[in-house]
C-alpha cells in the first residue's frame, strides 16, 4: 500500500519532537486516551505502523461483515 493510501503517518513537529498524525481526522493520533505527540523517532514510527495496521484489520472485518 502506497502512503498516500495510509490513514496514519508521522512526523517531527515544530518542537523537536515527532508525532502520529490521522490523516482522517486531521489531527493528532490517539491510542486510549493517549494523544500520540511527543515521541521520539522510533516510537512514532512504531506507533504509526500498529495504527496503520490496526485500522487495515478493522477495515477488512468490517467489510467481511458488510459483505
Not at 28 to 42: C, K, N, T
Amino acid at each position: 500500500m502506497s502512503v498516500e493510501g495510509l490513514r496514519y503517518e508521522f512526523f517531527l513537529d515544530p518542537t523537536g519532537f515527532w508525532l502520529v498524525w490521522d490523516r482522517l481526522t486531521d489531527q493528532p493520533a490517539s491510542f486510549g486516551q493517549q494523544a500520540l505527540m511527543g515521541l521520539s523517532r522510533g516510537e512514532a514510527e512504531s506507533a504509526c505502523r500498529l495504527m496503520n495496521k490496526l485500522h487495515d484489520r478493522l477495515s477488512r472485518r468490517t467489510a467481511k461483515a458488510a459483505a
